[in-house]
């Protein structure tokens, strides 16, 4: 396989040389085998106080005053949740929201373990 690397990390492989990936690694290459499969992300829990202490207050209020606009269903999941796990439909539910209320940079930072 010809790789294709940025900083020293391989982020293509291809079956044939490319002008962009000229490097060979055989096939069972433990660093070519890594790429070719990634592991899971871990699944993280977020506790629900630490989102709202990651916050700023006018950030807090903007949160506050989106959700109440939403529907029932995600209301009462939002309430009733005390942690946001990252294997949950609920969690890319949250970064979506997130993102459309803050931005996607800082739906990003709130969301981190």
């Known amino acids: 396989m010809f790789v294709m690397r940025e ?5 293509g492989a291809f079956a044939s040389e490319q002008e962009f990936a000229t490097e060979e690694l055989s096939d069972d290459s433990a660093e070519l085998v890594a790429f070719l499969n990634p592991t899971a992300p871990a699944v993280y829990i977020i506790p629900k106080m630490v989102l709202w202490t990651r916050l700023s207050d006018a ?9 109440a606009t939403q529907s029932a269903k995600l209301r009462g999941i939002w309430n009733s949740a005390s942690e946001v796990r990252s294997d949950s439909e609920f969690f890319g539910t949250l970064e979506a929201f997130l993102t459309s209320v803050l931005g996607a940079d800082r739906a990003t930072q709130l969301l981190q373990p």
Request: proline fraction near 0%; avoid cysteine; aromatic fraction near 0%.
């Open 7 to 11: 900083d020293g990390k391989i982020v």
């Open 59 to 67: 950030e807090a209020n903007t949160v506050d005053a989106a959700m």
